[in-house]
């Protein structure tokens, strides 16, 4: 197992008139797709592409800090690669390798 310095963060999938409708609400990040797979794979480019601009201007850790998003270490099998979001649990926890 090998560590990396993550964020993890919660996205909740839920139906909504035969969509179905991701969200972080730590980010404010939000996608949707037909199926749950699609919305569990759209919410994590969504959530990269904030996560990536956010990098670009300078202002990731001012926007963790403001919204208590603390820095851990966790263990990955792998070697795990900078801005990887890794799946954590079956409730679609995930983490960001920064």
């Known amino acids: 197992m090998k560590k990396c310095k993550a964020i993890k963060l919660r996205v909740r999938i839920k139906e909504e008139d035969g969509q179905y409708s991701a969200i972080c609400e730590e980010l404010g990040t939000a996608s949707c797709g037909d199926t749950i797979e699609e919305a569990e794979k759209n919410i994590m480019e969504a959530i990269r592409v904030d ?3 956010m ?13 208590g998003i603390k820095i851990e270490t966790i ?24």
Request: hydrophobic share 30%.
């Open 51 to 53: 996560l990536d601009s």
């Open 55 to 67: 990098e670009q201007h300078g202002v990731m850790m001012k926007f963790l800090k403001e919204k």
């Open 75 to 98: 263990e990955h099998e792998g070697k795990p690669r900078k801005k990887e979001i890794i799946p954590t649990s079956q409730n679609l926890e995930i983490a960001y390798c920064l």
